[in-house]
């Protein structure tokens, strides 16, 4: 079992930077695909982002490439979630969770989540 708790979620102005954390316990952390996903109300769950176990390979959704960078912290069992530029559109409860597998973007290819935290933006 993971238990996997995100933080630094806020409420930010158009233009702004947050910077989310996702500290995980249980399991070993550093074996696994760590993902971001996010969802706005009324929205299906999206894919942001998502990082291997070695910290060298990232991808990300068209939405987001070269706004946010993933990075993680295997000694500090942590990912994060570095958010710049941000926009209106990206307001929604953000989600850190964990997969066996390589550049994966969906859902269902993840097992473990997060309770998630909420990013606001306002324009």
């Known amino acids: 079992q993971v238990l996997l708790v995100e933080s630094g979620g806020g409420l930010v102005q158009a233009g702004g930077s947050l910077r989310l954390s996702c500290a995980a316990s249980?399991?070993?952390?550093?074996?696994?695909?760590m993902g971001w996903f996010r969802q706005a109300p009324g929205k299906e769950r999206e894919f942001v982002g998502g990082i291997n176990w070695s910290g060298r390979t990232t991808w990300y959704a068209n939405s987001v490439k070269g706004r946010f960078t993933i990075s993680r912290d295997n000694a500090k069992n942590t990912v994060y979630l570095q958010m710049n530029n941000l926009k209106p559109e990206d307001t929604a409860l953000y989600y850190c969770?964990?997969?066996?597998?390589?550049?994966?973007?969906?859902?269902?290819?993840?097992?473990?989540w997060g309770q998630g935290t909420q990013v606001t933006v306002s324009s």
């Open positions: 249980g399991g070993t952390f550093s074996r696994y695909t």
């Open positions: 969770a964990t997969s066996n597998q390589l550049l994966v973007n969906l859902a269902r290819h993840y097992d473990y």
